[in-house]
């Protein structure tokens, strides 16, 4: 066509804008601040709960050790109730066991006795021999403490 | 004696169980994240699918590679899941049975034992690739159980006991909400614990077949799997128990535990049906640059803060 003068194709003036290749994603939810707030609000609170539990706990195990300490005697009586009775358990049990042999003195061996110290106290002797007239099953037991005598 | 023994059979064989449909929940949750179906054909929905799985790895026959060492070989895949079962002996019902007072440190010395199922499997099956699924493996565990005991010790600075039946029956403030950072990183060590999907270089296929249990076959492979399932449902338990504290309610106080559980247990399968595996370095480096300074940091914040309050 007459008339049109040629014109080069050229960039835009102050060249092309840079390409977009980033993908353009809406943002969503909360920032980064309010997300870090919001965490750090609830620890807060979780923290201060924290305390009052802590405390609650310590007041209990005030009491318990009180109960404890004022149990302890008992305990102590009870056990050595425990103790004796077993003993007479076994003098019983050795006197039935023993009777017909003649001249038996119950807790020596032919005159030796064999449950008291130079003290005249009764050793620690072993669980077998504590629970000798028991039944295994039940001296177990009471061994490991499963059952109280 | 026998009333004991029998509670704890009974205690592992409903572990059993469970650990067996977990792995088929597992198999439809994968299913589902695929957009495909997953295992419905056995009977009614496919439901006794895993006991069909157990049936068919215990009939078929045990095959022992001629190289491999032979008692040790016999022996791992036992002691994997002896010591995967032993973890549930803690497990803090409402109603125990026995009261362990120390608790959280038999959870530790079992998990560090269980490395050497790993160890003794990789060493015994005399293959090289079963031994560098091994090696890779322990150097993975034992690295992570570092930043685990750590985690674990600065959530027991603020737990005040080392009972995990106290744990669950009193107490009211979880971990969780006290320090969040603290169970992330718990759970991604829980995760490479476990040897779990993001950190699973122990059978990693394409260079390693399929890791440490190469030679394994028939009954012995069915051990090592149910060792893995069962470990990952302990430590979902656990990390239910030390980092969600809950308050006690009455008869009910042992279902949400139980649903935690689940819970945690079903993340584990979400994490393996989303995430890529991780390269080995990144792994040691998340291990030794990131989580051991994050652990350490977090017990001198612990102990600070039970100072101050």
Redesign the interface.
């Given at each position: 066509m007459p008339g049109m003068k040629f014109r080069q194709d050229m960039p835009p003036p102050g060249g092309y804008g840079p390409v977009e290749w980033a993908q353009k994603i809406p943002r969503r939810g909360l920032s980064g601040y309010a997300i870090f707030g919001v965490?750090i609000g609830?620890?807060s609170t979780?923290?201060i709960?924290?305390?009052f539990?802590?405390n609650y706990?310590r007041r209990y195990e005030l009491d318990m050790n009180d109960a404890r300490i004022a149990l302890e005697p008992l305990l102590e009586a009870e056990r050595h109730r425990a103790f004796l009775k077993q003993l007479r358990k076994n003098r019983d049990e050795e006197n039935m066991l023993m009777k017909d042999v003649p001249g038996w003195e119950t807790g020596t061996l032919y005159g030796e006795p064999c449950y008291h110290n130079q003290a005249k106290r009764f050793p620690d002797v072993k669980p077998e021999e504590y629970f000798i007239h028991s039944r295994w099953a039940d001296m177990y037991d009471r061994i490991w403490e499963r059952r109280k005598h | 004696m026998m009333h004991l023994l029998i509670c704890i059979l009974i205690n592992y064989l409903l572990v059993m169980v469970a650990m067996a449909f977990f792995t088929l929940l597992e198999r439809k949750v994968l299913g589902y994240i695929q957009i495909r179906k997953g295992p419905n054909k056995v009977s009614l929905m496919g439901l006794p699918q895993p006991f069909a799985d157990v049936i068919k790895l215990f009939t078929k026959e045990v095959s022992f590679p001629s190289s491999s060492n032979l008692y040790p070989f016999i022996f791992s895949p036992m002691m994997g899941l002896a010591l995967a079962l032993l973890f549930w002996s803690l497990y803090p019902y409402s109603s125990p049975l026995f009261f362990p007072m120390y608790g959280a440190l038999l959870f530790l010395c079992i998990s560090s034992l269980n490395v050497y199922a790993t160890l003794i499997a990789g060493w015994a099956s005399n293959s090289k690739y079963a031994l560098l699924g091994a090696i890779r493996s322990i150097a993975q565990t034992i690295s992570y159980e570092v930043s685990m005991a750590l985690i674990l010790l600065s959530a027991l600075i603020i737990l005040l006991s080392f009972n995990l039946i106290l744990m669950t029956s009193s107490q009211w403030s979880s971990i969780s909400l006290l320090l969040p950072p603290l169970f992330m990183i718990w759970f991604i060590t829980t995760l490479a614990e476990t040897n779990r999907t993001p950190f699973d270089l122990s059978e990693g296929e394409s260079e390693l077949v399929s890791g440490f249990n190469v030679e394994f076959s028939a009954g012995s492979f069915a051990l090592i799997f149910m060792a893995e399932y069962t470990n990952i449902l302990t430590m979902s338990l656990f990390t239910s128990v030390f980092f969600f504290g809950m308050i006690p309610l009455g008869i009910f106080t042992d279902i949400p535990l139980v649903l935690k559980t689940m819970f945690f247990a079903f993340l584990f399968i979400w994490v393996r049906g989303t995430l890529p595996r991780m390269r080995y370095d990144k792994l040691m480096n998340l291990a030794w640059k990131s989580f051991l300074p994050l652990s350490l940091s977090m017990m001198i914040l612990s102990t600070s803060l039970i100072i101050i309050i």
């Amino acid at each position: 066509m007459p008339g049109m003068k040629f014109r080069q194709d050229m960039p835009p003036p102050g060249g092309y804008g840079p390409v977009e290749w980033a993908q353009k994603i809406p943002r969503r939810g909360l920032s980064g601040y309010a997300i870090f707030g919001v965490a750090i609000g609830i620890s807060s609170t979780a923290w201060i709960l924290y305390h009052f539990e802590r405390n609650y706990k310590r007041r209990y195990e005030l009491d318990m050790n009180d109960a404890r300490i004022a149990l302890e005697p008992l305990l102590e009586a009870e056990r050595h109730r425990a103790f004796l009775k077993q003993l007479r358990k076994n003098r019983d049990e050795e006197n039935m066991l023993m009777k017909d042999v003649p001249g038996w003195e119950t807790g020596t061996l032919y005159g030796e006795p064999c449950y008291h110290n130079q003290a005249k106290r009764f050793p620690d002797v072993k669980p077998e021999e504590y629970f000798i007239h028991s039944r295994w099953a039940d001296m177990y037991d009471r061994i490991w403490e499963r059952r109280k005598h | 004696m026998m009333h004991l023994l029998i509670c704890i059979l009974i205690n592992y064989l409903l572990v059993m169980v469970a650990m067996a449909f977990f792995t088929l929940l597992e198999r439809k949750v994968l299913g589902y994240i695929q957009i495909r179906k997953g295992p419905n054909k056995v009977s009614l929905m496919g439901l006794p699918q895993p006991f069909a799985d157990v049936i068919k790895l215990f009939t078929k026959e045990v095959s022992f590679p001629s190289s491999s060492n032979l008692y040790p070989f016999i022996f791992s895949p036992m002691m994997g899941l002896a010591l995967a079962l032993l973890f549930w002996s803690l497990y803090p019902y409402s109603s125990p049975l026995f009261f362990p007072m120390y608790g959280a440190l038999l959870f530790l010395c079992i998990s560090s034992l269980n490395v050497y199922a790993t160890l003794i499997a990789g060493w015994a099956s005399n293959s090289k690739y079963a031994l560098l699924g091994a090696i890779r493996s322990i150097a993975q565990t034992i690295s992570y159980e570092v930043s685990m005991a750590l985690i674990l010790l600065s959530a027991l600075i603020i737990l005040l006991s080392f009972n995990l039946i106290l744990m669950t029956s009193s107490q009211w403030s979880s971990i969780s909400l006290l320090l969040p950072p603290l169970f992330m990183i718990w759970f991604i060590t829980t995760l490479a614990e476990t040897n779990r999907t993001p950190f699973d270089l122990s059978e990693g296929e394409s260079e390693l077949v399929s890791g440490f249990n190469v030679e394994f076959s028939a009954g012995s492979f069915a051990l090592i799997f149910m060792a893995e399932y069962t470990n990952i449902l302990t430590m979902s338990l656990f990390t239910s128990v030390f980092f969600f504290g809950m308050i006690p309610l009455g008869i009910f106080t042992d279902i949400p535990l139980v649903l935690k559980t689940m819970f945690f247990a079903f993340l584990f399968i979400w994490v393996r049906g989303t995430l890529p595996r991780m390269r080995y370095d990144k792994l040691m480096n998340l291990a030794w640059k990131s989580f051991l300074p994050l652990s350490l940091s977090m017990m001198i914040l612990s102990t600070s803060l039970i100072i101050i309050i």
